[in-house]
Structure formats: C-alpha cells, structure tokens
C-alpha cells in the first residue's frame, strides 16, 4: 500500500474509531458522498440500518468525484478494495457492504450505537488533517491497495 501522506498517529486515530470524523471533513471539504462500510444484514441483526446493512458499521470513508473510496490511508482502487482492506486481517472470509450514509445519520444514529460523540473542537482538528492532505489534487492522490487485490 502506498500512504496517503498523513502521518501514523493520524492514519491510526482516523482508521479506527475516528474514521466518521475524517469522513464528514472530507464531505464538508469536497462534497464528497458519504459511505458506510459494515457486515450484510442476517437474522442477528438486531437494529438493521436498511440497505441490506446489518447493526453494525465497521468504517465510514467518501467516494471521491471519480468514484474511488477516499480516507486517511489515500485513495483505493475499488469499494472493494477497502472492504478488504479493513476486514481481511480479522477476517478474511467476511462478506462486507457499502452504502450511502448521510450527515446526519453519522451525527445521531451512529453516535447512538457507539461511535465517538462529533464535537466541534475534533472537527476543527479533522479539518486541518484533510486541508493538509491535498486529496482533491489527482497528482497527490495515493492507491491504497492491498498487495494481494493489485492488478
């Protein structure tokens, strides 16, 4: 995988359990769509968020314009792609599903079940990571792919 640029600190704070933060400053940044990744809905989904997504969200990241998933490890190659990414080392044989989240699903629904409260004060520190990186610039854009899935 090639890194997006972001330091380590930043690429562990916003890969696990801050990733809604980076997701909503990319959103507030560029416009990009919000999208949710987690586990397809089954019978032990006690509290489903509709789409075919089960209770649970495992990562919350942006489709850039071109389409390509977006967060603080760079740009992936395909949703699939970064499905894999976050779930092959716990899970390798994981069936995972993205879709479509809106703000304010991530500032209530998703505050509801877990994820860390979106405070002022953390977006302003969000904002300043994103505006740093550069993503919108194709020429600074990184594929973030997993070795096993290049082509």
């Not at 507030?28 to 489903?48: I, M, N, Q």
């Not at 970064?82 to 989240?101: C, G, N, R, W």
């Not at 079940?113 to 904002?127: A, C, I, N, W």
Request: contains cysteine; negative net charge; glycine residues 8%.
């Amino acid at each position: 995988m090639l890194p997006s640029g972001a330091p380590d600190y930043h690429i562990k704070d916003f890969s696990t359990g801050f990733c809604h933060l980076f997701a909503l400053a990319l959103h507030e940044r560029y416009g990009w769509k919000l999208r949710a990744l987690g586990e397809p809905e089954d019978e032990y989904s006690l509290h489903p968020w509709g789409a075919g997504m089960g209770s649970s969200i495992t990562h919350v990241y942006c489709l850039n314009k071109q389409g390509l998933p977006v967060d603080v490890n760079g740009t992936f190659a395909s949703e699939e792609a970064i499905q894999h990414f976050y779930t092959h080392e716990l899970e390798p044989d994981a069936k995972m599903l993205s879709i479509d989240i809106s703000e304010d699903e991530i500032r209530s629904k998703l505050v509801d079940r877990g994820y860390t409260q979106v405070r002022e004060s953390e977006m302003k520190l969000t904002r300043k990571v994103v505006k740093k990186l550069a993503l919108s610039d194709p020429g600074e854009i990184k594929l973030a792919v997993p070795e096993k899935t290049r082509f």
